[in-house]
């Protein structure tokens, strides 16, 4: 409540906290906007120790014998692997402030300090390899807008700062371990997430809202900012994500509950009669050999009137091929049971081969007549693959389970309800109905029509 204090003591207290701040941040600031000098010896000794850090177990005991072009070129693959875009003068990579210098002091601190986590985040963690440095920097950026290093100057105390300042005064090097604590964070996260190389931007954007959201709770100690913020991993984000959401929109509130069970019905039936048209339109398949080769097409669509499945063989290059040149076909009245992934029968002999497992969630068959017959899909995507599998429950009156349709049934939902309460903007939705009020003591308002007949 110091920053909203009144009178002289507020404002004395207010000043003093800004000149503890920009102390203390201008200890920091120099080395957020010098670069890295590409030709400082000390710099390139610290980049060095950097790489041999994280490689120190892969060295090749007769390294010392190689030639000046072969170290060159070891080096600068494993700074490649470290993430360094310019890997022959990895110095190039921080010049840009901020973080310049800090970037690499506190990567220097990282792998002093806790060198066993530091070669196990390089090492063990592939998709570190490649974007270790890119991480580091766009972690910086949000710790510089946390804590206001790097330009411009620090700013009057503010309501975002009061939510660090007791972490930060409370130990020395809290800054470097700050980093130390999220890029391990950043890891953790990556797991969590199942990410790749394409997902990096979301995962720095969830990074960033776990620190934002602990920073708010306003942890009084780095060890509290530690356990917060490891409490809330990606699946709480998710959670609290969604019930924002659903607060936002009012969703919450018994009468939208109500219009939302009453739209379901109507929208499911619109998503069942997209998937049997598609099913009409038809897909291409490949058929798979026990030699792997995928040199065979083969086509299959549903009758307009959804009741017989028309297939047959393609050459390549045939794009929606006429139903009368399908010269097999089953009535789906035949059709027995569906079955997907392993329990398909093409897939029962597979291994467990990474490529293999991609087959094999992309696999379905459907029995019919009876068991000992069956045919056989292997989708070419998995969009496909949820497409066919709604369109065949439908027809099988079961209920579509793919997540594709929850997805699509979230979102027609959502812009029906936008749709229906749009002229109810900035109206606060009751909980409950008004009450009904009491009947008139008479109704002589009421026009007596007998009268008129006479």
């Known amino acids: 409540n110091i920053i909203h204090s009144s009178g002289t003591v507020g404002d004395e207290m207010t000043h003093y906290l800004y000149v503890l701040q920009s102390i203390t941040l201008n200890l920091l600031e120099p080395r957020a906007k010098t670069p890295v000098d590409p030709y400082n010896q000390e710099q390139r000794d610290l980049l060095q120790s950097l790489r041999q850090m994280a490689f120190e177990l892969d060295m090749d005991p007769t390294a010392s014998n190689f030639s000046t072009d072969r170290r060159k070129s070891v080096c600068a693959k494993e700074f490649k692997k470290l993430g360094f875009s310019n890997n022959s003068n990895p110095a190039l990579d921080l010049k840009r402030t ?3 210098l800090l970037a690499l002091d506190n990567m220097v601190y990282f792998s002093s300090h806790y060198h066993d986590t530091y070669s196990r985040v390089i090492v063990t963690v592939a998709f570190l390899w490649s974007c270790y440095t890119s991480s580091v920097m766009r972690l910086f950026k949000s710790l510089s807008l946390f804590e206001r290093v790097g330009p411009p100057l ?6 975002t700062g009061q939510h660090y300042y007791p972490m930060f005064f409370a130990q020395d090097r809290v800054f470097e371990e700050l980093f130390c604590l999220c890029i391990q964070l950043l890891n953790k996260t ?27 709770s306003k942890p009084t100690s780095l060890e509290l900012f530690r356990t917060k913020v490891h409490a809330l991993n990606y699946s709480e984000i998710l959670k609290l994500r969604q019930t924002e959401r659903m607060h936002q929109e009012e969703t919450l509130a018994p009468p939208v509950v109500e219009l939302r069970e009453r739209l379901k019905p109507e929208l499911l039936e619109l998503i069942k009669q997209q998937r049997l048209n598609r099913l009409c339109e038809g897909t291409l398949f490949r058929k798979i050999s026990s030699r792997r080769r995928q040199d065979k097409l083969w086509y299959c669509r549903l009758s307009p009137n959804h009741k017989v499945l028309h297939y047959g063989d ?6 929606n091929p006429p139903i009368e040149s399908l010269q097999e076909k089953i009535p789906v009245a035949d059709i027995k049971a569906l079955l997907t992934g392993k329990d398909c029968p093409h897939m029962k002999e597979k291994s467990s081969g990474k490529q293999n497992k991609e ?7 459907i029995l019919y007549d009876v068991e000992e017959y069956n045919l056989n899909f292997i989708a070419p995507s998995k969009y496909e693959f949820c497409l066919w599998t709604d369109g065949l429950n439908v027809l099988l009156g079961r209920e579509m389970t793919s997540e594709y349709t929850k997805s699509e049934l979230d979102i027609l939902l959502s812009m029906e309800i936008k749709l229906r309460l749009l002229d109810l903007e900035n109206i606060p939705i009751p909980d409950t109905p008004p009450p009904v009020p009491k009947p008139p003591s008479n109704y002589n308002f ?8 006479q």
């Open 98 to 100: 901020p973080p310049g």
């Open 446 to 453: 009421c026009y007596d029509f007998s009268h008129a007949e």
């Open 359 to 365: 087959v094999l969630d992309l696999s379905f068959s």
């Open 314 to 319: 393609v050459e390549e290059g045939t794009e």
């Open 154 to 159: 620090p700013s009057p105390a503010s309501e």
């Open 190 to 216: 990556w797991k969590e997430m199942r990410a790749t190389q394409e997902d990096f931007d979301k995962v720095m954007q969830v990074v960033r809202e776990q620190i934002t959201r602990t920073l708010t």
